[in-house]
């Protein structure tokens, strides 16, 4: 984390946080940028130890771990690539002058709409997730007379113990095809006219922290590329997909990311397939903090709530997966702490940060931590509330990349 006090107030790099509230108010989002950088520059340098004549390892970001358009500029000038769930993130790539040719376009399911304009704009690989998207896709690029260069995504039935609702690698999840499908379908896709099947992708889940499900998924990727092989399908690529942890308390131990390349390199060497990486919040998660302000200091039964500006529709993380993202205080108080249930103003009651230990007064300023990823991506204007503002600071200066917007363009589309 690039945050740190400085006579008793909090730094990002070096700007003091406070300079932009005053400026911008709360909540808002801000991120280090040399913070998510220097985890791009490590994710090449790392794969680049591995990279051969024919083997070119790849970084393709989630855009929806944070799609701000400044941040995806920022990535896309370290020519990397993009993996986007939707139409609407590979319009952003665009925005942010990203190339559509080193897009990977994911999903469960996508549109008709979708499909053609990814199809227009000339998408690297298409990971298909099912037989019937296979159909769709063929018939799409008989439709456009053009050829389509394909991966499947597997579901090899690994458990990532990682919490229930960022696990996608079980049979029981929606995503992916099962090795004995994806096998008949490698098949059908090798004979049509219209498609070509370059690689193989799957992700098993979200915030994983230890790297033996990696090994063990990179395993059973090779036995299906072996059976392919014999059946005369080469592939180019495998695609390993994202998943890579982070340490939100400062006591989780957490793999590097030299180490999560090496897990999965190391096996590749001598082959000829290249390694593709979807990696999210492992880029962005630990750059941005949330900075919220105290409203009011409310005591219930033998219970004190900290209730700030900051809601669920701002930061759905703790509602959404239980997660817990540390606190920490603008401004350090003398005295001692005390014990608070940080809530949000949002009706409902999942609308809360868990407890933390503050010494805090109404009006005083927070700063919830790690929330570069998954935070204004999953934002929504839920109570009629406005999402944040965000801020971009580069060393000691710092720019608005998002206004906050007002409540006229929240009804702007709305007739009556
Ligand atoms: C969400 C997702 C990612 C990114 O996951 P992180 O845990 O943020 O690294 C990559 N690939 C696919 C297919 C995803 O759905």
Known sequence: MTINYI???LYMEKVRLYDIISKVGTPTYVYSKACFMS????????????????????????VKANSNLTILKNIAAEN????????GELDRVIRANGSAKKNIFSGVSKTEYELNAAIALGIHCFNIESEAELNQIQYLAE????????????NLDIDPKTHPYISTGLEKNKFGIDIPLAKKLYLVAAKSSVLRPIGVACHIGSQLTDLAPFSDA????????????KNNITLQHIDMGGGLGIPYEPT?????????????????????????LEPGRSIIGESGVLLTQVNLIKHQKNKTFAMIDAGMNDLLRPALYHAKHRICELKVRSGSAESYHVVG?????????????????????????????????MASNYNTRLKPAEVLVTDNTWHVIRQRGSYHDLCQLEKI
Do not use: W
């Not at 989780?252 to 082959?271: A, F, V």
């Open 7 to 9: 006579n008793h107030e």
């Open 39 to 62: 985890r791009i520059t490590r994710y090449m340098n790392a794969l680049k130890k591995y990279q051969t004549a024919t083997q070119k390892h790849q970084i393709h970001y989630a």
């Open 80 to 87: 990397i690539g993009f993996d986007v769930v939707s139409f």
């Open 143 to 154: 439709h456009n007379k053009t050829m389509i260069d394909i991966a499947f995504r597997v």
């Open 218 to 229: 990179l395993t059973r990727v090779f036995d299906l590329v072996s059976y392919l092989k």
């Open 252 to 276: 989780m131990i957490m793999p590097t990311i030299e180490s999560y390349i090496d897990t999965l390199c190391s096996p590749l060497q001598g082959r000829s397939e290249s390694l593709f």
């Open 345 to 377: 103003p949002v009706c409902e009651t999942s609308d809360q940060f868990c407890s933390h230990h503050l010494m805090i007064k109404p009006g005083d300023y927070l700063s919830i931590l790690d929330v570069g990823a998954y935070g204004m991506s």
